[in-house]
């Protein structure tokens, strides 16, 4: 018998084809019938509840997987106010808000001569010249130390700044003397604060405050302009100062903080101490006491 007479024989023993035709077709790689509907809906959770939903073997892949690390780890915002809430709620703990605070007071700490400010003037001519050395120095003691008061200031903002990973600030002046340049800055609250930029530039166009929870972002300068007075505040570039921390997303409204890299450890680190919580208590016999050193007692 030739090797061919094989492909064509007329045995129906398991995967063996029928007399004429050559077909390779195996019945493990058959394609599953879809899910029903409550099937696929029971199989939902915080992991894999069942051996055949793991990838590879199963038919809802890495669906449970997703929801459990894009809801609890790596959570995706909808916009930046609740991007700044988690990271506000990072620095809340303890071990968190002691890297910050650490930062912080090291970025802003005074000098052997009690400055936490100081001007340093590097051209070597310009060095030379007495007098606009003492006119700078002065200038510069003037506006921000005697105006502004930043050594006063300084940390709050710059600890706004490590947490929120932006920092929001208006310039003030004297309208009735405008000559007189600023007379002080007021920090805004970043959950509050928003602007419109140029995609090809980059550039800031317009800031704006919402005065509303929740607010629907405008899409075009006309519509902010529309909406001023109502349910938001408009400023003018030159009028707010804005220092961010430099790291953006998809666009340069998604700012990724100082808390950023953290913020997955941290989640994960939080899950695995609820989760030896809820083991003890779970394995935990009811007839034994739990004393309290707080109180000195046991229930």
Same mark, same amino acid.
């Given at each position: 018998?030739?090797?061919?007479?094989?492909?064509?024989?007329?045995?129906?023993?398991?995967?063996?084809?029928?007399?004429?035709?050559?077909?390779?077709?195996?019945?493990?790689?058959?394609?599953?019938?879809?899910?029903?509907?409550?099937?696929?809906?029971?199989?939902?959770?915080?992991?894999?509840?069942?051996?055949?939903?793991?990838?590879?073997?199963?038919?809802?892949?890495?669906?449970?997987?997703?929801?459990?690390?894009?809801?609890?780890?790596?959570?995706?915002?909808?916009?930046?106010?609740?991007?700044?809430?988690?990271?506000?709620?990072?620095?809340?703990?303890?071990?968190?808000?002691?890297?910050?605070?650490?930062?912080?007071?090291?970025?802003?700490?005074?000098?052997?001569? @009690?400055?936490?400010?100081?001007?340093?003037?590097?051209?070597?001519? %310009? /060095?030379?010249? !007495?007098?606009? +050395?003492?006119?700078? *120095?002065?200038?510069?003691?003037?506006?921000?130390?005697?105006?502004?008061?930043?050594?006063?200031?300084?940390?709050?903002?710059?600890?706004?700044?490590?947490?929120?990973?932006?920092?929001?600030?208006?310039?003030?002046?004297?309208?009735?003397?405008?000559?007189?340049?600023?007379?002080?800055?007021?920090?805004?609250?970043?959950?509050?604060?928003?602007?419109?930029?140029?995609?090809?530039?980059?550039?800031?166009?317009?800031?704006?405050?919402?005065?509303?929870?929740?607010?629907?972002?405008?899409?075009?300068?006309?519509?902010?302009?529309?909406?001023?007075?109502?349910?938001?505040?408009?400023?003018?570039?030159?009028?707010?100062?804005?220092?961010?921390?430099?790291?953006?997303?998809?666009?340069?409204?998604?700012?990724? @903080?100082?808390?950023?890299?953290?913020?997955?450890?941290?989640?994960? %680190? /939080?899950?695995? !101490?609820?989760? +030896?919580?809820?083991? *003890?208590?779970?394995?935990?016999?009811?007839?034994?006491?739990?004393?309290?050193?707080?109180?000195?007692?046991?229930?």
């Amino acid at each position: 018998m030739a090797w061919y007479d094989f492909l064509r024989s007329t045995e129906t023993e398991g995967d063996i084809l029928t007399e004429g035709t050559v077909d390779e077709a195996i019945k493990a790689f058959e394609e599953k019938p879809k899910p029903k509907l409550r099937d696929t809906l029971a199989t939902r959770g915080e992991g894999w509840e069942d051996v055949v939903d793991i990838p590879g073997i199963g038919r809802v892949g890495l669906q449970s997987f997703n929801m459990f690390y894009n809801t609890l780890i790596n959570r995706q915002f909808d916009n930046e106010v609740q991007r700044i809430w988690e990271y506000r709620n990072m620095a809340s703990q303890t071990e968190v808000s002691d890297v910050v605070e650490d930062a912080t007071n090291e970025s802003t700490q005074e000098d052997d001569e @009690g400055n936490v400010f100081r001007l340093d003037i590097i051209d070597k001519d %310009l /060095k030379q010249n !007495e007098n606009i +050395v003492k006119n700078l *120095r002065d200038e510069f003691k003037d506006l921000f130390v005697e105006k502004l008061d930043l050594p006063h200031e300084i940390w709050d903002l710059f600890h706004t700044y490590l947490v929120d990973g932006r920092c929001f600030y208006e310039r003030i002046i004297d309208t009735r003397k405008p000559k007189e340049g600023l007379v002080g800055i007021k920090k805004l609250p970043s959950e509050t604060m928003d602007y419109l930029y140029d995609p090809l530039s980059g550039e800031i166009l317009l800031y704006m405050q919402y005065l509303k929870p929740k607010p629907k972002k405008p899409t075009t300068i006309e519509e902010a302009r529309r909406r001023h007075g109502d349910d938001l505040i408009l400023f003018e570039p030159n009028q707010i100062g804005f220092v961010n921390y430099g790291v953006y997303g998809r666009t340069k409204y998604n700012i990724f @903080g100082y808390l950023e890299k953290a913020r997955v450890p941290f989640n994960q %680190l /939080k899950l695995l !101490e609820t989760s +030896v919580i809820i083991y *003890r208590i779970v394995k935990f016999k009811k007839t034994r006491k739990i004393k309290t050193s707080a109180f000195n007692n046991s229930t």
